[in-house]
């Protein structure tokens, strides 16, 4: 059976892995300073993080319609279809691609899709989609590959540690609280996801590097990451994703590491420097 995996433009899988994988991307669009940047391969980090500090205003984020989806699904041609997106709580590209089901559902009633919320964003869902990939390509009916992935998806662990969580705060993705308490007392903060998909706080450090060993810690103590993948997206900072990978190494027994880059949604909410990790 053929398939074919949908990511929304949130999941920072590298160009090669897109080129190589059965992958298809559906972009969001960024609106700053009148300008819309849609989130494809024309995305330009440099010019969009140039925006953001040049501009008090944060960068609205709009989520794919459900024709984009639809269009994906025509474009995919595939006996089975798996749709990997952004957090329903986080964004609204889970509902669009959840409607554009629905939509070619009635017309394909024998159509295999699934919609994977991956209560999880960048990393995370990088994550999501590799392991799809994975479980997909073992030859595994349809069914059993969404069951197989959404207890992974349950068991996933989502941490990250930002520079600035100002845009976070004003769009309205955390409380105002924890943004304003950082920057009043300098500190940073260890963030994670719940299991539903909210940001929450997980720690808080004195400086980024302390964030980053603290986050390694922790995931040293958790046995459930022996043996998995550890995937890691950096903001226009891969110093600091290599200083992250080379703890990982000395105090993580993860099968593989991989690094990517941050791409236009992900750049919006980690801003500059800001590392996202998830297994």
Request: net charge negative; aromatic share 6%.
């Amino acid at each position: 059976m053929s398939f074919k995996i949908i990511v929304d433009s949130c999941c920072d899988l590298t160009a090669k892995q897109l080129l190589q994988g059965p992958f298809l991307r559906v972009p969001l669009t960024i609106s700053l300073a009148g300008e819309d940047i849609v989130d494809d391969e024309t995305f330009d980090q440099t010019h969009l993080i140039l925006l953001m500090r040049e501009n008090q205003d944060p960068p609205k984020t709009a989520c794919p319609s459900p024709a984009q989806y639809l269009d994906a699904f025509e474009k995919a041609g595939a006996d089975d279809i798996y749709v990997v997106t952004l957090s329903a709580l986080l964004s609204g590209s889970h509902n669009a691609a959840a409607q554009a089901r629905a939509i070619w559902l009635e017309e394909h009633p024998e159509a295999h899709i699934h919609i994977f919320n991956s209560c999880s964003a960048a990393a995370g869902e990088v994550s999501i989609a590799l392991k799809l990939l994975d479980v997909a390509n073992s030859a595994q009916d349809f069914q059993t590959v969404v069951e197989e992935v959404s207890r992974y998806i349950a068991s996933m662990t989502t941490y990250f540690v930002l520079e600035d969580l100002d845009h976070l705060r004003k769009n309205g993705r955390l409380t105002g609280a924890l943004a304003l308490v950082t920057e009043a007392l300098r500190i940073k903060l260890l963030m994670g996801a719940t299991p539903e998909g909210q940001i929450k706080k997980v720690g808080q450090a004195l400086s980024v590097k302390q964030a980053l060993t603290r986050m390694v810690s922790l995931m040293a103590a958790d046995p459930g990451h022996v043996g998995k993948r550890l995937s890691i997206v950096h903001c226009n900072n891969p110093d600091r994703a290599f200083f992250v990978r080379e703890l990982v190494q000395k105090a993580c027994q993860f099968k593989d590491i991989l690094i990517s880059e941050a791409r236009g949604v992900t750049t919006v909410y980690a801003n500059d420097g800001g590392i996202v990790v998830a297994y």
